[in-house]
Each structure stands twice: as C-alpha cells, then as structure tokens.
C-alpha cells in the first residue's frame, strides 16, 4: 500500500512570532527559512506584508536564495468591507510580495462576522470569494478558515458556506483552524470529515491548523490527518500565542515514525530535525525545552536505579523509538537515585568500565557528595573531573592560593547607586604568582572577571568559552540562611556546552568552585 | 445523567521527582503534599521506601499532617525471584511506611521478564499474586502494570494474565501504563477497552498513568477515560523523567471544563490550580513554563491587534474557556496593565478595590518592578510594605546607611578551612548610628547576623522571628553571570509566616532588600 503524503506548512515566522517572547529580525527569518527548505518543508509562510515593512522586506530577499522545493506563502486577510479587491492595500501587499502561495485567512464564525467586522453574512461571503478570486489568478491559494470549529459548532451551515465560497473562488487548499485552540479530538475528526464530504465536488485539499490550549493540538491535527486532511500547519517547537501552536517537529516525527500509512518531507530523512528545533531556540532567543518530545535534551536521558539497568540490557524496552532517527542521542543520568547501573553507562563512555576497584571508589565518591547537595545530572564536566581525580589523570592548571568578594552598597542616600562588587584572587600558574582583582555586577560576575584575568596570559584559549547559565538552589530548605547552596555554572565554547558545580553554605565558595570547574574542563580539554 | 467521578492519583513526588533537575527535600515533600490535599487530589503518592531514606522519613513525617480524604500511597516492586514476600525488603519496607495505601509495580511485557528479571513467565506471576496478597492485608492495593501497552502488543495473553494475578492477589485498581509513551489514543483506548473486558469478572477498577514521549499523554489519557478508565495517574506540571508524566493540570481542567460527562476532585473549585502549579514549580526550583495550557502566564495573553480588538468586545470569541475558572487571567500584551501575578486578588485581600486611584498607582509600580524580575506570588510581605508605601502608611523603622559583606577562602593551603563571610553594616535608627559586623556561614548569613546584632536593642522583639527559608533564583537565564538575581526569603515567628523578595544583578543587594522587607513586615506589625 502506497504512504499518503502529508504536506508541511511553516508558520513559524508568522504565528510562531506572535509567541510572547519572540522576535525574529529580517535575517533571522531569512536563516530559518533556509533551514527549513532545507529539511523539506512544503510550504513556508514567511509573514503578514500588510502588517509591518520587515514581512515585505523578507519577500523581497527571500528571492535570493534557494529553497529548492518549498514554497514561500504571503499572509493576508480577506479585503475590507465595501471596498473591490484591486484597490484594497492588503490584497495588494499580497500580490505585490510576488510569492509562488497566498495564504487568505477569514472569517468563519457567523459571530465574527457580524459583531467583529461588522458586516452581514452575505458581504462577508462576497469578501472571500472575491479575495481568493483575485489572489489566485497568479500564485497558488490557500485558504484559512479562522475558527473553523467554532464557528461550525456555531452555525455549520455557514461555515461550509464560507469554505465553497473560497473554493469557488481559486482556493485549492482550505485549512480549517482552530484558533482558540478549545476543540476535543474526536469533535475534529467528526467536522473535518464533514467539511470533506461537503466540499467532495470541488477541487481541493485539506488543511488543519490547531493551537495547543488543551494540550491537544498534536492529537487534534493526527485526528484530522486520520479524516482526510493532507496538509500540517504549525511551527517548529510549538512557538505561538498562548500556549503555542502545534509543534512540527511532533507532528513530523509521529507522521514519519509512529504512524502507518504516511509520508512527510518526500520521505526525506528526520536526522536535522533536532538541530532545527535548537537553531530556532538559538534564534528566538529561547530556552531549549529539556523534555520537549523528541528532540529535547532530556527526551532519552534515563534516571533512576530501576530503568538504566534495563537499557544497559536492551535499548527498546525502554525508549519507543530510536533516538538517533531525529539526530537526538541516548543519556544517562547521574543521580541519588543511581545504582551501580547508571555509573556503569557513564564509565563506559570513559572506558573504565572494567576497572570495578575503580569504579567502586567513583561510586563511593558521587554517593558522599551526593548526600552533601551535589547532584551530578547538570554538571557533566564536574563528573568528568571527578573521574579523573579518582583515576589519578587530573592535572589542575592553576593553583588557587585565596580569593576574596567584597559587594554591597557604599552609598544609599546619594543618586548615583553605591552598590558594587569586587573580587581580588590570588593564583599560582606553574612557578608564577597571579594576583587580580576584578568589578562585575555581582559577586560571581567580579570572581569571573577576575579569573580570567589572572589566566588569559597562559592559556589564551580561555576566550573561547563563555558563560551561559548560571543557576543557584538551596539544598536544605528549612535551615534558614545557613544553608548549603548549589550553584549550577554552565559554559560553551564552538563545539560543546558543558555544566559544572559548587556545593558550600558560602555562596562564594559554591560559586568559585563551580567556576574552577567550569576553566578546568576547558584547559583538559584543550592542552592534552 | 449523572457525571462519572474519575480518581485523581499524583506521583510528583515519586515519579515527577525522577525528571532531570527535579530535587525535592524532605520538607518539599511535605509541603507539596498538603497543597494536593487541599484541592482534593484522591492519591498522592510519597515516594519509594526501599530506595531511599528520604522516602522512609516523608511516610513517617506525613502521618502528622492533616490530609483530610486524600489517600498516600507508598510505591514499591514486586518481591524478588526466589524469596517469600514476607522475607523481600521491599515488601517490608512498603509495610513499614503503614500508608492507607500501596502501589505495586510489577512486569507485563514478557520480555522484562525473562530477559531483565530474569525469571520465568510463571514465577513472574507468581512474584506479583504473592505481592500483592501481601501488601492487601492491611492497605488497599493498587497494581500498576509497567509497560503494559508495549506487552499486550508483544504477547496479549499474558499481559492480561499479570493484570488477573494481581486482581486474584488483592488489588482493587490496576493502572495500565505506557511506560515508554510511544502508545498513540486510538491503540490505548482499544486495549483499555480490552483490558477492561477480560477483567470483568474481578472486583477491580482500570486506572491510566502515560508519558509525553509523542506529546499524547493527555490525549492518551483521555481515550483510556473515554474507554473507561476511572483513576488518572499524572505529575503536577507533567514533571518527570524524559519528556514528562501527564500533565494533571491538563488532565483535571479537561476532564471538569471541557469533556462532557466527568467530575474530578469531588466536584471542588479548579481556582486553586494555577497557584498549584507555580507553587510545585518554585519548590522544584523549575522555571515556570509560560505556555503551559490553562495555567500558563501566557494562557490568556493576547497580542496582535487583530485579536485583542475582538478580545474587548467579547472574551469568548477568542478564549476557550474563562480563565477564571482555574484561577488563571487574561493578559492584553498591548495594555500597560498587564500584570503577571493575581493583583486583583491581593488588592481584594487588602480591601482596596474601591480606591480607584490607589489600585492604578499599585498596578503601575507591580508592573513596573515584575519587568525587573519581581514576583509577588510568594513575596506577600513585600506586597504588604509595597502597598503601605503608596499608600502613604510606611514608616521605616530604620534606615540603612551602607552595608557590605567580605567572603571567600583566604587561605586554601592549610589544613582548617579559610572559608569565611563578614558582614559590615551601618544603620540610623531613630538618631543613633549603628555600626555592627557579623561573621556567617556565607554573606546571607551574616547580613541577617549583622542586622539583627544592629537592631536588637532597639526592636527586642525581632528575637521571636526566625528566617525558615532563603530561595535564589537567576531572572534572566542566558546572560550567564551577569543576569539578574531574584532572592526569597521566607520569615516566621509564632503566630505567621511571610515571604519577601529582593531583586538585583548584585545578589548581595537582593538579599540585603529581601532581609530589610522581612524585618520592616515584622516591625510593622508589632510596633503599632
């Protein structure tokens, strides 16, 4: 039997910029767009050219680059009231954009109509047909029928009346939305089929649109795909208003992978889609979501005695598929929970899992430190020096001979603000002493700023990494201001990003060890 | 026709504890428990005794609280191959812990069985009928069957043959769980359907407990309750490992607001979920996830100006649901008044909601400081003083002239620690200065150390107030040590307990703001 292809479409760079949070410049679209033709996406919805000049700007550009098979989709509303088609700005925009698609979006609900935009039942009709009829004599039309569900729950009559209307008029794809994002599964699968079966004489497709509200837009959009629907609408990572719109990277994944009878990207490989969906993070200026389905960080990580012991037998009892078809990878966490099991998948990446004396004291170690706040899960690189310790292959760079933070506020009744911080260390590197002192904004910002400082002279390679994240986190809720604290210090350079650790009741302390860490791991890496 | 109650079962604390960088204390657990009794979770599940000491001390711990009709439940496995129940630790250590409930786990897929057990298909049946007899003695029994989607799909037979030792043995619930949660809806709710058929016979109910691996739990979830499961077992904010547990926000709201037929938490107002969740997420030290359905900050937050234009006219065109109904609010992104936390309720509790003015001026400043990185969620008493300061009611019982704290480790050379915090304060009180230092365990420390030396004689009453908890938090993740600090402290003395905050890139300053509103909350009400 034949896999039906279902088409992709791209709206991260329109409905995906609606997201709070997210703002794409005019070269960040560009880049995604290319990633995205890259990997085989359909079509591209690459903005809204009535709205702002930097849409109309990307239509331009876009033209520049090779997109190989996708298509790049203008977005624009139906024309206004009491106004032709040729004289209104919106429809113009959309021709002007010069795009292969034109995506109409209108107004399905007989409320909306009536209420929102202010017109009758009938104009509205007339407001689609005649918009999708001049919009489609030169680019291929799809049509978005806004509130699709509810406006068929409504008054389904109507709603099937606006969807021949820009049939009629040139639509050869009508995506039903659901843009509240309130709709139920098996209420999507009974209205797409009737919207199917409603349109069965004319010559289109089907679309589905759905927003995560209930958290049911991945389920919804498979529900409408399983009614007939051949085209996706979503973004990469869910990124939209409210609580997004479905996330591509699901609805790829399940289509490609979990489902039978389906075919998406040309049948094209799934390996980029992990780094895709963490270029466009990288790009939104988001955080990576660590358990997003799939391709987050933690989507293979295992944890607890219970399971790595079984994965350490066989990998399928525990994962439902493999992780290396998206270009994601199998981890094994460190944890209280750790047996022996779990120490064993990480040695084996050292290669020390036959020396079980080893092994053993690596064991003992992480369980001591363990009970006094560590917790290895974020901090690689500190369990890779740790290793190396125990393994006696640990050669420390430098030498800390002191270091002291001095941080407050010199001065609260003037204007200008008296708070600052300042740290002064003393280091040995090889026979030489380093003393520094260093500003920052805070006590840890001033420890960074001056441990460079000392060290840039020796090991230059230290303006290769940066620091990322930084994470502080009392262990022992319920002591008061005497508790032990973790800071959690992540870095990166070109090729990997790594996580370190400090655990004392001293903030400071916590934060330099962390950060002693953090250099270590950079310098072992890189003077072998 | 009267709704179906379907059961609420919560594993935060076991199974969302197992998620990466999910840590919970002793007191965590505590705490959170309590709050799940509150809005009426029927289960809650505390931990694995046989694992860890922790565990055993929240079993015995958690007797003291009042959970009122909420059951804890103690998890734990079958009992080992070649042992009698009576004599396996863990059925022990399940006995021990004396809950009104158990939760037992056992083998479905006859592959775990063979190939990670390593037992016979038989002996495995028999290693759950004897536990489970066991464990049904003195407490109800509930049998969560591992991996069952997976092993009825390799071997139905017998999949269904562990679901009847377990019922033969004693369980009045058996849980089907998508362990590895790559189960799509319409195969969980055939083989629920099926399960719940060949069960007909016991005295059981079906319970549902599924993974996001696909980004289905929820719809999964639902199919199993459409199909007649009657307990859903899920994590708060779907912590977990790998991509999550189910999130029981969704699955609470979904079942109560939007699916037709069911009741949830005994019929209880879902107002309390929002507060639920940040409240499970500030205890975890986790992010709060601003598109979470429902809950989320961004939930109802509305932006382009197609929609909030709608959005003024009528709230229903474009929400769902009202967001009140779950205690969360709608968010105009274009309004200067958009605040992120329940301002109206706090104004509500302070009885200011008639004074216009003031509420605007409130309004304003909450604004202004939450796009610092303030959060007046758990930071009551900051609120308080907040209030009282536009109003024109605060009166500062000291003020604070300079302050600074000196730490670090002056000597890492010797044999004792040279780990050391000073704090230097200089405070007007009335019209003496006060010039005091104080050594501490870290700067926090003994910057209260130092204030309360300063303030003592003046204020003996500060004696009976204690710090019970000190939370720091980086506000701006991604900006590496340069981001900006938010710290919480939480305060008590005999007859309550309040939290305040304190904002900067200096976490020295924050601190030092945090520690003056705790101080100056107390002073306040006590100096009248």
Redesign the interface.
Same mark, same amino acid.
């Given at each position: 039997m034949n896999a039906k292809p279902i088409l992709i479409y791209d709206t991260t760079l329109r409905d995906g910029s609606?997201?709070?949070?997210v703002s794409f410049s005019l070269q960040d679209k560009l880049n995604i767009a290319e990633r995205l033709a890259e990997i085989g996406i359909d079509f591209i919805e690459g903005g809204y050219p009535l709205s702002n000049e930097k849409d109309v700007a990307f239509f331009r550009e876009i033209k520049k680059r090779d997109l190989g098979q996708s298509k790049v989709c203008a977005f624009g509303?139906t024309r206004r009231k009491s106004m032709q088609a040729k004289d209104d700005p919106g429809m113009k925009a959309l021709v002007e954009a010069g795009t292969p698609c034109i995506t109409l979006v209108g107004k399905t609900?007989d409320?909306?109509a009536t209420?929102?935009l202010r017109v009758t039942l009938e104009e509205n009709l007339a407001m689609i047909g005649e918009s999708a009829e001049f919009l489609s004599r030169n680019a291929e039309l799809i049509y978005d029928a806004e509130?699709f569900f509810d406006g068929y729950h409504a008054n389904p009559e109507y709603a099937i009346k606006t969807l021949k209307a820009a049939a009629a008029g040139g639509a050869t794809w009508l995506s039903l939305c659901d #843009?509240?994002?309130?709709t139920?599964?098996e209420r999507v699968s009974e209205v797409t089929r009737a919207a199917i079966e409603a349109l069965a004489d004319y010559n289109v497709q089907i679309g589905i649109h759905c927003h995560?509200?209930? /958290?049911?837009a991945?389920?919804n959009s498979?529900a409408a795909v399983d009614a007939g629907a051949t085209q996706v609408q979503g973004t990469i990572n869910?990124?939209g208003?409210?609580?997004?719109n479905v996330?591509l990277i699901?609805m790829i994944?399940?289509l490609a992978l979990?489902?039978k009878g389906f075919t998406v990207l040309g049948g094209r490989s799934l390996k980029p889609l992990t780094q895709l969906s963490r270029f466009v993070y990288e790009t939104a200026?988001l955080?990576w979501r660590?358990?997003?389905? %799939?391709v987050?960080?933690?989507? %293979?990580?295992?944890?607890?005695?219970?399971?790595v012991?079984?994965i350490n037998?066989?990998a399928k009892?525990?994962?439902?598929?493999d992780p290396a078809l998206i270009g994601n990878e199998r981890r094994i966490?460190v944890s209280?929970?750790s047996g022996r099991s779990n120490i064993t998948a990480l040695a084996t990446k050292h290669k020390l899992e036959d020396d079980r004396e080893l092994m053993d004291k690596i064991l003992a170690e992480v369980v001591r430190l363990e009970n006094q706040g560590y917790?290895f899960?974020?901090a690689g690189a500190s369990f890779d020096l740790l290793i190396k310790r125990i393994a006696g292959s640990y050669t420390p760079h430098f030498? @800390?001979?002191?270091?002291?933070?001095?941080?407050?506020?010199?001065? #609260?009744?003037g204007e200008a603000s008296?708070? %600052?911080?300042e740290a002064i260390i003393k280091l040995k590197v090889g026979d030489a002493l380093w003393f520094d002192a260093a500003e920052?904004?805070?006590?840890?910002?001033a420890l960074?700023a001056a441990l460079r400082k000392a060290l840039s002279d020796e090991y230059p390679q230290l303006a290769e990494m940066?620091? @990322?994240?930084?994470?502080?986190?009392?262990?022992?809720?319920?002591s008061?201001?005497?508790?032990s604290?973790r800071v959690n210090?992540e870095s990166t350079d070109e090729h990997e990003s790594w996580g370190t650790i400090g655990v004392? /009741?001293?903030?400071?302390?916590a934060s330099?060890n962390a950060l002693v860490d953090a250099v270590e791991y950079k310098l072992h890496k890189s003077t072998p």
């Open positions: 609606q997201g709070e949070g509303m609900w409320y909306h209420e929102v509130h #843009t509240n994002g309130g139920l599964p995560n509200d209930c /958290e049911l991945v389920a498979l869910g990124i208003e409210r609580c997004g996330d699901s994944s399940n979990k489902k200026n955080q660590n358990s997003q389905p %799939f987050g960080q933690s989507a %293979f990580a295992h944890k607890g005695g219970m399971h012991h079984a037998k066989a009892t525990y994962e439902h598929i966490l209280e929970l917790q899960e974020n030498e @800390t001979i002191k270091y002291r933070v001095v941080a407050g506020d010199r001065n #609260t009744e008296g708070v %600052f911080a920052g904004h805070g006590p840890v910002n960074d940066r620091l @990322t994240d930084y994470k502080v986190r009392v262990v022992d809720s319920g008061g201001t005497a508790a604290i210090i004392s /009741e001293n903030i400071i302390e330099w």
